[in-house]
């Protein structure tokens, strides 16, 4: 029985060698194919990109090899490229769509495929549903390729899409405040973007991790607390303001304040989101999704700018900033766009805009924290993650089809079912329950206004699961 290639909020994943097979690749390819020539008869084109994994290189080869059986003309990135500098050779080439050969954060056995619209966007459901379909009536039906073949063409995109950074970071801001950077990029393909955009505008950067590792180091290339430990040590050689990170693919970031402290995606893109109202004047609107902190949402009554909630998956986010109806969007899981760029996550533009952010107010990212919490008060937000039998996975599923009243000793003022269930308390704290659509875990983000109520909350919404 042929595997079933399923299209999640960021594309495929799959191990390599147990269900991440060449077979596979191909089976991907070729629906990825038949699809964009459903959409254009003739004339395609599509990018073939890659993180730095294992055989990346190989399976872009094998990808070029079918697109071109079917007439359309592969755009080959010979090196590794960032995922959003992938989506923005996309809108600049007029390209038809990119493959993207990336797990992203996924630990080093993983590979997958992204599949990014002519719009440079992550594909929505119903293009990776109609994908999926492809796939299973080529298996049913394999057309035979066309007779005649398109050539392979090269493209690298590094140098215009550094080039729309330089148009989006005030890197002389940067520079003449004296701070000094550190990045790590984790080993992945944002390996000399950000320290080289810096380098070149005169900006002290330091770098570790800065050589191909198909092994990320022993672990997953992403760029939370617990790995950042060297990006800390580097910071306190040199004396850096700053430390910025990226995951494998950079579509994810990593913020370290300069006195070693991390801080939480949820409170960068907030932080990002009153920076940019300040400095740019933007006030079209904020994108967030539903289990992003209600920070953005005190802001954005604050700023009085729109807010619009979202659910889980960046593409949700990526429609928001094609449309121009908000200046910044982002996900608590560390992904983020700004107005007039990519409809997709872009750690590289969050870690610069973060230098900018420091360089201009001359403050630690800390204090700009404390400086927000006493314009709009302190907001704590928490993410876990719980495996279920499956016993208490049914039951469970059953439980989130209910209204409950009451939560953690406090009224439930509202029920939000965007994304999951997401119960609003009466003093404005919430939980938010997602099944995991690929493994039996459920998904707890809470958020409370003190630390001795979210460890309440914390405790409630484990003890709700398990009831």
């Not at 147990?18 to 964009?36: D, L």
């Not at 801001?173 to 380098?199: E, T």
């Not at 908000?326 to 969050?350: M, Q, T």
């Amino acid at each position: 029985m042929m595997t079933q290639i399923k299209f999640g909020t960021s594309g495929w994943r799959a191990v390599v060698a147990e269900e991440f097979t060449f077979a596979n690749v191909r089976r991907a390819v070729h629906g990825i194919a038949r699809y964009v020539c459903s959409q254009k008869a003739s004339g395609a084109k599509v990018i073939v990109g890659r993180d730095p994994r294992f055989l990346g290189e190989t399976f872009c080869t094998t990808a070029a090899d079918i697109l071109s059986s079917y007439a359309i003309t592969p755009l080959l990135i010979a090196e590794p490229a960032p995922t959003p500098t992938i989506s923005y050779a996309v809108i600049q080439s007029k390209a038809d769509g990119a493959i993207n050969f990336t797990a992203s954060h996924n630990p080093p056995e993983y590979n997958g495929i992204k599949f990014s619209t002519p719009d440079g966007a992550p594909a929505l459901p119903e293009v990776t549903k109609a994908i999926e379909s492809e796939i299973v009536a080529c298996d049913q039906d394999p057309q035979a390729p066309r007779a005649a073949k398109a050539d392979t063409q090269s493209i690298d995109p590094r140098r215009m899409y550094l080039s729309r950074l330089r148009e989006t970071v005030d890197l002389d801001v940067i520079r003449k405040s004296g701070v000094k950077i550190a990045f790590d990029p984790m080993w992945g393909s944002a390996r000399g973007y950000s320290d080289s955009l810096l380098q070149e505008a005169g900006v002290p950067v330091a770098t570790v991790h800065d050589y191909r590792d198909v092994l990320f180091g022993g672990h997953a290339p992403e760029p939370d607390d617990h790995l950042l430990d060297d990006l800390r040590k580097k910071m306190r050689e040199t004396g850096a303001g700053v430390g910025i990170a990226t995951d494998g693919d950079a579509d994810r970031f990593g913020i370290v304040d300069e006195d070693g402290t991390f801080m939480q995606p949820n409170y960068i893109i907030a932080l990002l989101f009153d920076y940019l109202v300040e400095t740019r004047g933007w006030k079209n609107g904020v994108g967030k999704s539903v289990a992003t902190t209600n920070l953005i949402n005190a802001l954005a009554e604050k700023h009085k700018i729109e807010l619009y909630e979202t659910p889980v998956g960046f593409k949700y986010i990526g429609e928001l900033i094609k449309q121009d109806k908000i200046l910044i969007g982002g996900e608590e899981s560390a992904g983020l766009s700004i107005r007039k760029h990519v409809p997709e996550k872009d750690g590289v533009l969050a870690g610069l805009l973060c230098c900018e952010m420091v360089a201009r107010r001359g403050a630690s990212l800390g204090k700009q924290l404390e400086g927000i919490f006493a314009k709009v008060g302190s907001f704590y937000p928490l993410r876990e993650n719980f495996r279920l039998t499956a016993e208490v996975k049914g039951k469970f599923t059953e439980k989130l089809r209910g209204d409950p009243s009451g939560f953690c000793g406090s009224k439930v003022a509202r029920v939000v079912r965007t994304d999951g269930l997401k119960l609003v308390l009466a003093d404005g704290s919430w939980v938010c329950y997602r099944l995991s659509g690929t493994e039996p875990v459920v998904r707890v983000y809470s958020e409370a206004r003190s630390r001795e109520d979210l460890t309440k909350l914390s405790t409630a919404a484990k003890a709700w699961i398990f009831d």
